[in-house]
């Protein structure tokens, strides 16, 4: 007669497959419940590395879109106020050339005065346009008034300085044009040139002023030099509407390129990270099925005595 004993070793590796059962179908679970198939570092050490760089990727993307944005708030005002200082001195030429005309009186070309007077106040107003509670045209001093009315033109306090801000990897974009080059026509901490600065030939306010002081005193030689001069300004405002329109349409299509970037970052993430749910769903149950296979073998060697293995 010989006696037959339990194999410890085999109780141990079920009940290590037993355990080993229970923590995948623990993770599976997870799984089907969030959707992902990474819920853990561990579980994939290189596809969690690749998530974490997609992610770090399109976070710093949309940085980059959200800065976009802003510059492009900023442009968009530039651009509105241009056009609005474009039109206001084609109504100034219209009337220049009124008091330039051969019928007019002294006294009519006074009454031209009124109108462009209070033209010149909407021209400071424009120039002092506010865009998220900064100054467009103060150059880098966003929180400084950036012009002042005077009797002959106007006094500036912003810079000549330019904002820039990142919009994508090694890639910027100037938000402003400083205020002393669109109404000054060059730096206003500069040596004025008879073209560029204030009091210059350049300068809007001080033109309106001379076109003022011309249709006061009836003198059309005053009047015929403030016109040309205006004509010569409204010419370097249509070059800076064109340079903030191209400006937009730059950033526009880097804008529209970074974002097709992101979502086909989000797609190869997704790609990583979703779950397959018909394998996942048929690996807890191949699982579920090895647990009951595993405790069913272990039931049966527990219930095993010494009389069992008496010959």
Known sequence: MSLRTVNPYMSYQVLLDLQRTKDRMANLSEQIASGNRLNR?????????????????????????????????????????LQ????????????????????????????????????????????????????????????????????TGATYAGDHN??????????????????????FNGDATAVPTATTGPGSSGDLFTQVSNLID????????????????????????????????GRQASLQQLTEVTKNYNLSLQ???????SLDYPTAIMDYTNAQTSQQASLSVLGKSSSLNLFNYLA
Do not use: C, W
């Open 41 to 81: 570092l561990g579980e994939d050490p290189t596809a969690s590395a690749l998530v974490l760089n997609f992610d770090h990727s399109i976070e710093q993307n949309k940085a980059y879109i959200e800065q976009a944005d802003s510059a492009a708030s900023f442009l968009q005002t530039t651009e509105t106020v």
């Open 84 to 151: 609005s200082v474009n039109d206001s001195i084609i109504r100034l030429l219209e009337l220049g050339a009124r008091g330039l005309g051969t019928g007019i009186t002294a006294a009519g070309r006074q009454a031209i005065v009124p109108e462009i007077t209070g033209m010149k106040s909407n021209l400071i107003s424009l120039a002092n346009t506010q865009s998220q509670g900064k100054y467009v045209f103060a150059g880098t001093r966003t929180t400084t008034v950036p012009f002042t009315s005077t009797a």
């Open 162 to 183: 330019d904002i820039s801000l990142d919009v994508a990897v090694s890639t910027t974009v100037k938000t402003n044009i400083p205020g002393d080059t669109v109404f």
């Open 214 to 245: 011309g249709l006061n005193t009836n003198n059309t030689a005053t009047i015929q030099t403030a016109f040309d001069n205006l004509r010569t300004i409204l010419g370097n405002v249509n070059s800076l509407l064109a340079d903030v329109g």
């Open 267 to 273: 797609t190869i993430q997704t790609s990583y990270q």
